[in-house]
């Protein structure tokens, strides 16, 4: 079978959080079981972009509405990533830095999308599947069933995963003209309350809509930021499939982050070692229960919960515990994670912005990993933390649920909560402080954790399932 994944974010190229690793995982683990996979995504002035040869396969140009623009497909050279890898150029648009938070983001994944259908359709033979991902990409299933110049397209089967239902791209109707030309009687594919809505388009008009863990398949339907009647009526066409995390860029034994590196039977030292690194750096007790947060600092990562639950587990837990905390997102939370680092000098420290290389030290040198999340559709951190031997703090919520067991209860190896509440997260560092203080059932559960296995090969597995479903 030959997969086109179309995404926003692919890791190594470009990535803003877990859409990012998975779309520059799951490829990788589509080629090892003897398929073709293949990636299109935005060309951001990011750092891989510089530093790796390209070669141009496409260049033409087509309509944003009522502008003319040029678009130019380049292919990495040498297959790096163990697939192929393609960027869409679009000056004026796509050329920025980040990925996301322009004024103009419309504009950009709207010209991306009708850019990477256009080239398609000169595509001599046509992919198996199309594999879109969240609502940057998902107006791709409408665009080639609906828009009358793509119709040589319509055949073939796409996938939608959602990744996240909370952003769901909402565009004005007085923006309907950047569609190309589209059957008109299809109004209510695109609308949901008098917007269209990507995502919501993406539901109906792809064949099969997959999300990333079973829990948030069914939440979804609960609560969705206003989908949730959607997910009811075309729950037969969803499928909950869990993340798998890439074992060889995440690995202990090997990660070229990592000063020091380990494994299950290496785990007292070599976390010791990179704990110790961490607390010197961050001016933190190496003795104490390292807690850390790295994230999004947004609401659905419950991230403004932290400043009061990490100084009411300081203040009532007696300072047995240290805190550090990596992350961006909302200035406010951002300003509060800042401030609080003088009034806890040497229990708490935070460093705002995003770093891939400390988030790495992290998973390594913590002892525990806090998620008390909101919404958590998978979750790739808990994972990552858990094959370096870190026990997850998690709120039951979505992928968290489906990947973490209490302590309390058989077989169980982390310490769950049920409220993303002060009050839960106090109680749940109250238990981890307890748990670091038997240091051998602590060690036994680290052991444990190491042993996991949260690889790809069974979800790879599956996303394959699926799309032989479709095929005829
Ligand atoms: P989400 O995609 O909702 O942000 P996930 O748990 O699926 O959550 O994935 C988050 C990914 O982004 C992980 O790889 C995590 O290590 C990474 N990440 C998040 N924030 C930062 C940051 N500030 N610095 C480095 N890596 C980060
Ligand atoms: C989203 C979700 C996160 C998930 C990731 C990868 O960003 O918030 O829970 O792990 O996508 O699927």
């Not at 209510?188 to 863990?213: C, E, F, H, Q, R």
């Not at 060889?248 to 070599?270: C, I, N, Q, R």
């Not at 209860?409 to 409220?419: A, D, K, M, S, V």
Request: proline share 4%; with cysteine.
């Amino acid at each position: 079978m030959e997969i086109l994944h179309v995404s926003a974010e692919c890791y190594p190229v470009a990535k803003a959080g877990g859409l990012g690793d998975v779309v520059g995982a799951l490829p990788k683990f589509l080629t090892a079981a003897g398929h073709i996979a293949k990636v299109v995504m935005p060309m951001y002035r990011t750092k891989y972009l510089y530093e790796h040869k390209w070669e141009v396969v496409h260049k033409s140009s087509t309509y944003l509405g009522n502008t003319w623009f040029d678009y130019t497909i380049i292919k990495e050279s040498k297959n790096l990533l163990g697939f192929d890898l393609y960027l869409v150029d679009i000056n004026g648009l796509l050329d920025r830095e980040k990925i996301y938070g322009y004024a103009d983001d419309i504009e950009r994944f709207m010209s991306f999308q009708i850019a990477v259908v256009d080239w398609l359709s000169s595509w001599k033979h046509h992919p198996d599947v199309i594999h879109v991902h969240d609502h940057h990409t998902a107006l791709i299933p409408f665009m080639i069933k609906y828009c009358y110049q793509y119709q040589a397209l319509a055949d073939i089967p796409t996938v939608l995963t959602i990744h996240n239902a909370q952003y769901q791209g909402w565009i004005d109707w007085s923006k309907s003209d950047y569609i190309p030309h589209w059957d008109g009687w299809r109004w209510g594919t695109l609308d949901w309350n008098n917007m269209i809505n990507p995502l919501a388009a993406g539901i109906k008009s792809a064949w099969k809509v997959t999300t990333v863990s079973w829990s948030y398949l069914y939440e979804m339907r609960q609560e969705s930021n206003g989908l949730e009647a959607l997910f009811e009526y075309e729950k037969g066409k969803c499928v909950g499939i869990l993340n798998g995390i890439d074992t060889k860029v995440w690995d202990p034994e090997k990660d070229s982050y990592l000063d020091e590196h380990f494994s299950v039977k290496t785990l007292e030292k070599g976390k010791k070692a990179n704990k110790d690194a961490l607390c010197a750096e961050f001016g933190l007790h190496p003795d104490k229960p390292l807690i850390v947060f790295i994230g999004r600092l947004v609401g659905e990562k419950a991230a403004d919960l932290l400043p009061a639950a990490i100084g009411d587990s300081l203040y009532f837990i007696d300072q047995r515990m240290n805190f550090l905390v990596l992350g961006s997102g909302e200035p406010d939370v951002e300003y509060e994670l800042s401030n609080m680092r003088n009034y806890w000098m040497g229990y708490y420290n935070s460093r705002i912005g995003y770093n891939e290389k400390l988030s790495h030290q992290m998973y390594a040198g913590a002892d525990f990993l806090l998620m008390p999340s909101r919404v958590e559709p998978c979750g790739l951190n808990q994972m990552y933390a858990m094959r370096y031997g870190t026990v997850p703090l998690v709120r039951r919520t979505g992928g968290l649920r489906d990947t973490v067991i209490d302590i309390g209860e058989p077989g169980g190896y982390g310490i769950c909560f049920n409220q993303a509440s002060v009050g839960d997260i106090t109680n749940a560092v109250y238990r981890a402080v307890e748990l670091y203080e038997d240091q051998e059932k602590f060690s036994k559960i680290r052991r444990q954790l190491m042993k996991l296995d949260f690889s790809w090969d069974n979800s790879a597995e599956q996303y394959l399932d699926v799309y032989k479903s479709l095929l005829p």
